[in-house]
């Protein structure tokens, strides 16, 4: 893993796709480090960089990190011109937050760079791009706890607090922190393949792809009681992953009825009893392949698929590749012979 994203990583533009990272005052450090770190660490076979990145501020001034560092950039608002990604990690602070007022320079440079450049935001950075009229009539997200005050500044805006990232084509925006890793993830994956995508993942041991949304993270005040919560049924179910289950059988295993399991599950992981089960049946799958030799068949069954086929079609999904595929790519060089009996 290279040292980070604050410097151009390869001098050749020609081979690489160059993003430049426009940092304003108060930028997030978080934000600033760790999607971009997911960019610099995509290679190719040959272990070329994939992207080269460049950190810029207007007139390349230095600007308060809000980890309470400053940030000396290599570069101002003219690398703007040069790039195919402008990605623009959250703000904790200034006019764009507060009014969504954003600043002459990056008014201009981010308005030039529409429609030529793919544009990027990160958590609270969404209000720049809102603030600069890009998001108008377009979907998009921020952080949920932000999302009451973006849809008073910004009624125009086709706001969804409740997913991680949101893709229109040129315009990307991610919802708070870790969800600009994921969309990081997910623009390696649009522009190079999942096996790429999942490499760069795994050398910065982050999850290559997390399903659900902000959801599943939003302060929701639940019921007081034993019976308020449906963790001992997630629990029971991780069990039994290879048994078939039914919501008639969750929901009474969680002495509830139907119509409160579903409505308390959601609320406690932001997604449905069955997609959550199913992605835990892909999860089990995934280390079985990574970690046994056992047919794909037999893996199918242990992880409640019913057969490979529909392992096929659900990893595939998930992943964008096939078993066979992911196990090539992914297990382990000595892996066990067998595993165990669930």
Same mark, same amino acid.
């Given at each position: 893993?290279?040292?980070?994203? =604050?410097? =151009?990583?390869?001098?050749?533009?020609?081979?690489?796709?160059?993003?430049?990272?426009?940092?304003?005052?108060?930028?997030?450090?978080?934000?600033?480090?760790?999607?971009?770190?997911?960019?610099?660490?995509?290679?190719?076979?040959?272990?070329?960089?994939?992207?080269?990145?460049? #950190? @810029?501020?207007?007139?390349?001034?230095?600007?308060?990190?809000?980890?309470?560092?400053?940030?000396?950039?290599?570069?101002?608002?003219?690398?703007?011109?040069?790039?195919? $990604?402008?990605?623009?990690?959250? =703000?904790?602070?200034?006019?764009?937050?507060?009014?969504?007022? #954003?600043?002459?320079?990056?008014?201009?440079?981010?308005? %030039?760079?529409?429609?030529?450049?793919?544009?990027?935001? =990160?958590?609270?950075?969404?209000?720049?791009?809102?603030? !600069?009229?890009?998001?108008?009539?377009?979907?998009?997200?921020?952080?949920?706890?932000?999302?009451?005050?973006?849809?008073?500044?910004?009624?125009?805006? /086709?706001?969804?607090?409740?997913?991680?990232?949101?893709?229109?084509?040129?315009?990307?925006?991610?919802?708070?922190?870790?969800?600009?890793?994921?969309?990081?993830?997910?623009?390696?994956?649009?522009?190079?393949?999942?096996?790429?995508?999942?490499?760069?993942?795994?050398?910065?041991?982050?999850?290559?792809?997390?399903?659900?949304?902000?959801?599943?993270?939003?302060?929701?005040?639940?019921? @007081?009681?034993?019976?308020?919560?449906?963790?001992? $049924?997630? #629990?029971?179910?991780?069990?039994?992953?290879?048994?078939?289950?039914?919501?008639?059988?969750?929901?009474?295993?969680?002495?509830?009825?139907?119509?409160?399991?579903?409505?308390?599950?959601?609320? %406690? $992981?932001?997604?449905?009893?069955?997609?959550?089960?199913?992605?835990?049946?892909?999860?089990?799958?995934?280390?079985?392949?990574?970690?046994?030799?056992?047919?794909?068949?037999?893996?199918?069954?242990?992880?409640?698929?019913?057969?490979?086929?529909?392992?096929?079609?659900?990893?595939?999904?998930?992943?964008?590749?096939?078993? /066979?595929?992911?196990?090539?790519?992914?297990? !382990?060089?000595?892996?066990?012979? $067998?595993?165990?009996?669930?």
């Amino acid at each position: 893993m290279t040292s980070g994203p =604050i410097a =151009i990583m390869c001098k050749n533009p020609a081979m690489t796709h160059r993003v430049a990272v426009l940092a304003l005052d108060e930028v997030a450090g978080f934000d600033l480090g760790a999607g971009p770190e997911i960019l610099d660490t995509a290679k190719d076979a040959t272990g070329r960089p994939l992207y080269e990145l460049a #950190v @810029c501020t207007p007139g390349g001034a230095p600007v308060r990190v809000s980890s309470g560092y400053t940030l000396v950039p290599d570069h101002g608002l003219e690398v703007l011109r040069e790039a195919d $990604t402008v990605l623009l990690p959250g =703000i904790h602070g200034g006019a764009a937050l507060r009014s969504g007022i #954003v600043t002459e320079p990056v008014l201009g440079a981010l308005r %030039e760079a529409a429609g030529r450049a793919r544009l990027v935001s =990160i958590c609270t950075a969404a209000f720049v791009l809102a603030g !600069a009229g890009l998001l108008d009539g377009r979907p998009a997200t921020t952080h949920w706890r932000h999302a009451n005050r973006f849809r008073r500044l910004f009624p125009r805006v /086709l706001l969804d607090p409740e997913v991680l990232f949101v893709d229109d084509g040129d315009i990307l925006t991610a919802a708070g922190v870790a969800a600009g890793i994921d969309l990081c993830l997910h623009l390696v994956r649009s522009d190079h393949g999942s096996e790429v995508a999942n490499t760069a993942a795994r050398r910065c041991v982050v999850a290559p792809w997390r399903e659900g949304g902000q959801a599943q993270f939003i302060e929701r005040p639940l019921p @007081c009681g034993m019976d308020a919560s449906t963790g001992a $049924t997630r #629990v029971w179910m991780l069990e039994r992953l290879h048994e078939p289950l039914d919501l008639a059988t969750l929901a009474a295993h969680a002495r509830m009825s139907v119509r409160t399991f579903t409505r308390r599950f959601r609320e %406690e $992981t932001g997604l449905s009893p069955a997609r959550w089960l199913t992605q835990r049946r892909v999860d089990h799958a995934r280390k079985l392949l990574e970690t046994t030799a056992l047919p794909v068949d037999e893996v199918a069954r242990r992880s409640g698929f019913a057969t490979a086929v529909s392992l096929r079609q659900h990893l595939h999904a998930a992943v964008g590749v096939t078993p /066979l595929a992911y196990r090539r790519t992914f297990r !382990a060089s000595t892996p066990l012979a $067998t595993a165990g009996t669930r």
